[in-house]
């Protein structure tokens, strides 16, 4: 016996994908995702109880879908990937659904919001973490008719991310006795919207509710004010980022409501480890929106090889299973289409060149007034 130390056993290594927009309009919130999906992989890495090391191949979609399909094809083929933390922009979660399914992949999206995501096929390879549009919306739809305002026109985007906002928010500001007076479809790459806005005008509304991502909201809000448009500006998940603030300018993004899934990040479950942590790792972008569950799908999948061992299918089939399962978000439970349930919904305005909850806002309190109040 020398007494030295038995050497340590190599770990295999299990790949996981993580696949969102890395570039282009919607970068802050795909390197956020990122971000967090690679902080859950060193935290265990560094556990040294896991039976496995995990190595994340990060892909960029650019929110571009034909783009995603060919990422999503790569990873898929991919046989010693196991598991993907899949996509921010609905329009590529919604192409590249099919292509899991083929492959059998199993996938956890991590932001993308349509409902057809999940609800809109049987793939078993498809689970979402975060809630949906369906939820948002009908929150936004009372929180705005509660606030007095009678009349709004519809800004939407005409990917299916934008038509499904335009779908649920008229679905739900009739239900609760709001009036629309407009409704415009404009394309992702817009960049003049003097037709659109000029009509607007004309018809007075009391708010301009926006259905599309950061890039187009900046440059519709920047151009109502060009207008002297004085509606209220009313967006989605969509332009909760720290690029929208930073993009028109904080005096103009003052007063600027957006609706998000899930409980604020200092309020969940986990959320100061999760802050604390990601702070501790220095990552030079910030979690942004999205970021904490994206952390949550890795998790649920580093848990589920754990288990099981990388087997796509078995990883799967515990995937499907998750019932009740606490991670930093809260608990998550699958539903029959593996679509997480998440009733609460969260509002925030902009208030100071922040986003901030409304019911901590000065405007909830009464000392600030929103467009028209």
């Not at 979660?93 to 349509?114: C, D, S």
């Not at 979402?128 to 709004?152: E, H, L, P, S």
């Not at 919207?193 to 007075?204: D, G, N, V």
């Not at 959320?271 to 990552?283: R, W």
């Amino acid at each position: 016996m020398s007494g030295l130390p038995s050497p340590a056993v190599a770990k295999d290594v299990v790949k996981i994908a993580f696949v969102g927009p890395l570039t282009g309009g919607v970068s802050a919130i795909g390197l956020g995702g990122r971000n967090s999906a690679d902080l859950a992989v060193r935290l265990r890495n560094a556990d040294p109880a896991s039976k496995y090391k995990y190595e994340l191949v990060t892909q960029d979609d650019e929110c571009r879908p034909n783009i995603g399909v060919q990422v999503a094809t790569k990873v898929a083929t991919d046989n010693k990937i196991i598991a993907g933390v899949t996509h921010f922009c609905s329009a590529v979660a919604m192409g590249t659904v099919g292509v899991y399914n083929r492959f059998k992949l199993p996938v956890v999206v991590w932001g993308a919001v349509v409902p057809e995501i999940t609800y809109g096929n049987d793939f078993k390879e498809i689970h979402r973490v975060n809630g949906t549009m369906i939820n948002q919306n009908d929150i936004a739809a009372k929180f705005m008719t509660d606030q007095g305002y009678k009349t709004w026109a519809i800004i939407h985007d005409t990917t299916d991310y934008g038509k499904g906002h335009n779908k649920y928010f008229t679905e739900y500001l009739k239900k609760y006795g709001g009036e629309i007076v407009g409704t415009f479809g404009v394309t992702a790459d817009q960049q003049d919207f003097t037709t659109e806005l000029t009509k607007i005008r004309e018809l007075k509304p009391d708010v301009v509710y926006f259905g599309g991502l950061t890039p187009l909201g900046v440059r519709i809000r920047t151009q109502m004010n060009k207008l002297n448009i004085p509606a209220q500006f009313e967006g989605t998940s969509g332009i909760m980022s720290e690029a929208y603030i930073q993009g028109v300018g904080r005096d103009m993004a003052e007063g600027s409501l957006a609706f998000i899934e899930g409980a604020p990040l200092e309020r969940l479950p986990g959320g100061q480890f999760f802050i604390e942590q990601y702070s501790k790792n220095k990552y030079g972008e910030p979690a942004e929106a999205y970021g904490p569950f994206s952390f949550a799908a890795t998790n649920l999948i580093i848990d589920a090889v754990e288990k099981v061992g990388p087997n796509r299918n078995k990883v799967k089939d515990v995937l499907n299973a998750t019932n009740d399962v606490d991670t930093i978000i809260g608990k998550v439970t699958f539903d029959d289409h593996r679509q997480n349930i998440v009733p609460l919904i969260t509002k925030y305005v902009v208030q100071d060149g922040k986003w901030v909850i409304w019911e901590e806002s000065d405007y909830a309190k009464g000392a600030k007034k929103l467009a028209g109040r």
